[in-house]
């Protein structure tokens, strides 16, 4: 199937820890993004890669790092979680509008419960 | 500070009727885009509207964009109880990939 695939879909963890979401896209898109999703539905745009370029980095707490390995693969790496942090994170991706504007294939969500 | 803004925020309606949900923004942009989210789901693509005047159909909704009134519209023909869901209107002013989305309209349909 052509998708955009996280892991993992649930997320429990303490205060303090370390955590790590995945995010991979088989549709040969070249941009990859990360979105917060809070509690009342608003989505805002954390980052974003384009062919392994960071090209949009929005004002996140530094403990947040995004990493791109490859065009396919945006992973989103969280240190020292707080309570705050609890939210739904989509990856998404899309092409280049010069290929085509088709907007953003979403992934299914990590929802992140901090505790 | 570029506001992309809905109304309303919640609405309620009977099966078999028409309604429409409004999505206004701040800035130039000549692309807005409409998406679908069921309760605990991801977000699903509905319409990209890309120039002035664009008129998007698919079933019982229909979406509009008037670049100059900064306002996109999606209209709900003869509403059903499939299409409760909540509805993000999204714009990417500086042409750079980055969407600005709108607050969300929840809509649910009663049977």
């Known amino acids: 199937d052509t998708a955009v695939s996280q892991t993992p879909k649930y997320l429990v963890t303490q205060m303090g820890n370390d955590k790590s979401i995945k995010c991979e896209q088989n549709l040969g898109h070249d941009t990859m993004y990360w979105y917060k999703q809070d509690s009342k539905k608003f989505l805002k745009i954390m980052f974003s890669y384009n062919n392994k370029e960071l090209i949009i980095n929005e004002t996140v707490p530094n403990r947040f790092s995004p990493k791109s390995p490859d065009k396919a693969h945006l992973n989103l790496h969280i240190n020292s979680l707080e309570l705050g942090d609890s939210a739904v994170y989509f990856c998404?991706?899309?092409?280049?509008?010069?290929?085509?504007?088709?907007?953003?294939?979403f992934g299914s969500g990590t929802r992140l419960t901090v505790v | 500070e570029l506001k992309v803004e809905q109304n309303p925020l919640f609405l309620s309606m009977q099966e078999g009727k028409n309604y429409t949900i409004y999505c206004n923004y701040s800035t130039t942009s000549d692309r807005l885009y409409w998406y679908r989210q069921d309760p605990g789901k991801s977000l699903e693509s509905l319409f990209v509207l890309l120039s002035n005047g664009a008129v998007k159909q698919e079933g019982r909704l229909m979406a509009s964009l008037d670049t100059k009134a900064r306002l996109s519209t999606l209209h709900i023909t003869a509403a059903v109880h499939d299409l409760s869901a909540t509805y993000f209107c999204a714009v990417d002013p500086s042409g750079t990939y980055k969407y600005i989305f709108g607050t969300g309209t929840r809509l649910k349909v009663l049977a």
């Open positions: 998404a991706s899309s092409q280049d509008v010069v290929r085509g504007d088709y907007g953003y294939t």
